[in-house]
């Protein structure tokens, strides 16, 4: 069974670092998502602030040049109500693109698809206005820790899993799941 891992980061920077390690931890670019708010990639920025809706393009062009959230499939930029222009990249990225009516709640939406309790879907889908959002799907328990164990060592302030994860990984070396 399909699992996920969520976690929220307060800076762009973290998620980048957050992305590369799961990368070289194996993770598939294919299983990683990341929803970034527009206004917390430009803090980051050095170039000084770009006007949202004066060239997103640019915005864009600069995240691709940026670093590891480049090398995520899907990668792009789309504008939601009630939470402005988001940076994403992955299988949520995706869906969000293809969901119909991108509305108010399509995040919640999706991330319930994906498995997550209302509650936490809903909580993630407010928490996009001031901080960025990393998911990994895992194909059990045992990559479902190892996500776990990424995303805590690279900052993430909240984790949640949906349901799949709550068993607990196989017992290997001396009941330690490596990395």
């Not at 670092?17 to 931890?25: D, F, H, P, T, Y």
């Not at 004066?54 to 930029?77: K, M, N, P, Q, S």
Request: net charge neutral; charged share 25%.
């Amino acid at each position: 069974m399909d699992t996920a891992v969520f976690g929220t980061y307060r800076r762009q920077d973290d998620v980048e670092e957050a992305v590369g390690a799961l990368i070289i931890r194996g993770f598939p670019s294919d299983t990683i998502s990341t929803l970034i708010p527009g206004q917390l990639s430009e803090k980051g920025r050095k170039a000084g602030p770009v006007a949202v809706g004066d060239d997103r393009d640019c915005i864009t062009r600069h995240e691709i040049a940026r670093g590891t959230v480049g090398l995520l499939d899907y990668f792009g930029l789309i504008s939601l109500p009630d939470l402005g222009p988001i940076i994403g990249a992955g299988p949520l990225m995706r869906a969000l693109a293809n969901e119909e009516s991108a509305g108010p709640g399509a995040v919640a939406t999706i991330l319930k698809g994906m498995g997550a309790p209302a509650s936490e879907a809903k909580h993630y889908e407010r928490t996009l206005k001031r901080r960025a959002l990393v998911s990994v799907r895992c194909h059990d328990s045992e990559w479902a820790a190892r996500a776990k164990q990424v995303l805590e060592r690279t900052g993430a302030e909240r984790l949640s899993f949906t349901s799949g994860c709550d068993e607990p990984p196989k017992a290997r070396h001396g009941g330690v799941a490596p990395l």
